[in-house]
Every structure is written in C-alpha cells, then in structure tokens.
C-alpha cells in the first residue's frame, strides 16, 4: 500500500484577512477565481447551507470546476482546454505577474481549481480555505456583489 504524508503548505492557504487586503478594493494584488456554479456566484440561486447569502466576492472571476473536467469521465480537460476557461473568465494563468486566489463554497472544490492550474501550467494557487460558507454567512460583515 502506498503512503502518503500531507505537510501544510501555509502560504497556500488564505484567510479572509488575506482576501480582504489582497484581492478587494481599487487595486488588487490578487485575482480571485470562484469555482461554485455561474448561478450561485451571480446570485441567482440560493445557497445550499442555512444562514449563507446569495452572492459573490466583489471583483471575484468565476470559473466553474466542472467546465475544467470532461464530462464523461471527470477527469482534468487538456491544459490548453483548461487555460481557455480561465481566459474566458478574465484570468490568464500565462501571466505569472497577477497572483491567482482559488475559492468556492466551502475551500473542496476550489482545490480542483488550484490542481487544474496546475495541469496548465500554473502550480501553486492559494485556496481561501473559508471561502463562500465563511464570507457569505448572514452576520458576518464581508461585502457582497450580486443578487442578495
């Protein structure tokens, strides 16, 4: 049997202090791409879990995990395939200048964002761990874009 050991990488990993310092406001230093479906990220569909608002995270791109896999199999489309999806979402992952910010509705499937990335080309994107279930919660105070 094979052995795996998982070692924390902390600089791949971002808080909602990291998000609101780096990737909101007039100047961004980081992009952030949102892997939930383009309903729930617009807003136009209601979140699965109690208490969580519809919406996104302002400025946040949207680049739904499943249009990076082949639908028949579930396995990562061909890195020029995934490249093009992020391109259509306003993200160039060639361009190794703008940090790139993984995110989702609970920190999962933001991971098959950052591994796709990888697959084109692009290693090491952050995920911010929190992500919609910690941003969007009712009460909690972090600016919402999108229906409400």
Known sequence: AAKFTAVLQPQLVRRHQD????CLGDSPRERLVDARPAPRWKGEAPEPRAGV?????????????????????????????????????????SDMTTPVVASCG????????????????????????????????EGSGFPIAGKD
């Open 19 to 22: 998000v609101t310092e780096r």
């Open 53 to 93: 608002r519809s919406g996104r995270i302002p400025g946040s791109s949207n680049v739904p995990f499943f249009d990076i896999l082949n639908a028949e199999d579930k396995t990562f489309k061909s890195p020029a395939d995934i490249a093009a999806a992020f391109k259509a979402a306003g993200v160039d992952l």
């Open 106 to 137: 609970t920190g999962v499937t933001a991971c098959v964002l950052a591994l796709g990335a990888s697959v084109a080309g692009r290693p090491g994107l952050p995920v911010y761990d929190g992500s919609w279930s910690e941003w969007g919660a």
